[in-house]
Nanobody
């Protein structure tokens, strides 16, 4: 199984970015998908998750109201629209596919992970 994340980059505070993650449809279409992030020296942090049918979006407290997760109709690509970016959003962002259909913030429910894409926000 391969998850291909893209869309990262270096931006200024207040800017927006859109991350994308494509997975094989057979693997992802019936499973929840999520984004996590990890900053240098910090533990991996839950960012957002979405259920197999595009419902039940959930967000980490630090990104609520600024980030939006969605997935395409086929269910094989998940997106993360990031607005009003802050320097503290700087991290490597990972997409993941859950072994369950309903979104959750629990890392252990995700058994497939992408390689990560770097997001750097400067002040």
């Amino acid at each position: 199984v391969q998850l291909q994340a893209s869309g990262g980059g270096s931006v200024q505070a207040g800017d927006s970015l859109r991350l994308s993650c494509a997975a094989s449809r057979r693997t992802s279409s019936n499973n929840a998908m999520a984004w996590f992030r990890q900053a240098p020296g910090k533990e991996r942090e839950f960012v957002a998750a979405i259920s197999w049918n595009g419902g039940n979006p959930m967000y980490g407290d630090s990104v609520k109201g600024r980030f939006t997760i969605s997935r395409d109709y086929a269910g094989s690509t998940v997106y993360l629209d990031m607005n009003s970016l802050k320097p503290e959003d700087t991290a490597v962002y990972f997409c993941a596919v859950s072994r369950k259909p309903i979104a959750t913030s629990t890392t252990s429910t995700y058994n497939y992970w992408g390689q990560g894409t770097q997001v750097t926000v400067s002040s």
